[in-house]
């Protein structure tokens, strides 16, 4: 025989903060002793409110945060372009003398295979 749920004011405000919080639906479940198809039954709606109110309140103190003077505004606001404006950082390098490094770069090659044992070398070396 199914549980019968008497739901209750005070088991959907823990439902709800505890998402808010962002606990798993299995340990909000284990607080307030239901399954969680039971849980989505009489509760989906507080499941999904908690989420949203405290991504809500964090999105409204961080953009408060990144509107305000100092260190910790300098990184919300930069948290905040990287995430929501597209800004990402870039490493850029440059070359200032291609010349020399391709020299150097060939010079190296030719040492590796100049040291390196020809095929022939290597089958007579095992016998």
């Known amino acids: 025989m199914p549980k019968l749920v008497d739901k209750n004011q005070e088991t959907a405000d823990t439902i709800e ?9 299995e340990q909000i479940g284990y607080v307030v002793n239901l399954s ?5 039954k ?8 908690g989420k949203a109110k405290a991504i809500a309140q964090i ?3 961080l ?13 919300a606001q930069m948290f905040f372009l990287k ?4 800004w990402k ?9 291609i010349t020399e490094q391709d020299d150097k770069f060939r010079k190296l090659i030719t040492e590796i295979r ?9 089958i007579d070396s095992i016998n």
């Not at 903060?17 to 639906?25: I, K, Y």
């Not at 100049?114 to 290597?122: G, L, V």
Request: hydrophobic share 25%.
């Open 42 to 49: 009489y509760y989906h709606e507080e499941l999904k409110s």
């Open 114 to 122: 100049d040291t390196r044992p020809s095929e022939k070398d290597s």
């Open 63 to 75: 953009f408060q945060t990144a509107c305000g003077i100092g260190r910790d505004a300098l990184v």
């Open 36 to 40: 969680k198809p039971t849980m989505y």
């Open 59 to 61: 999105a409204t103190n």
């Open 17 to 25: 903060r505890l998402s808010g919080l962002g606990l798993t639906h």
């Open 83 to 86: 995430t929501q404006a597209g």
């Open 89 to 97: 950082e870039t490493n850029v390098v440059e070359v200032e003398n």
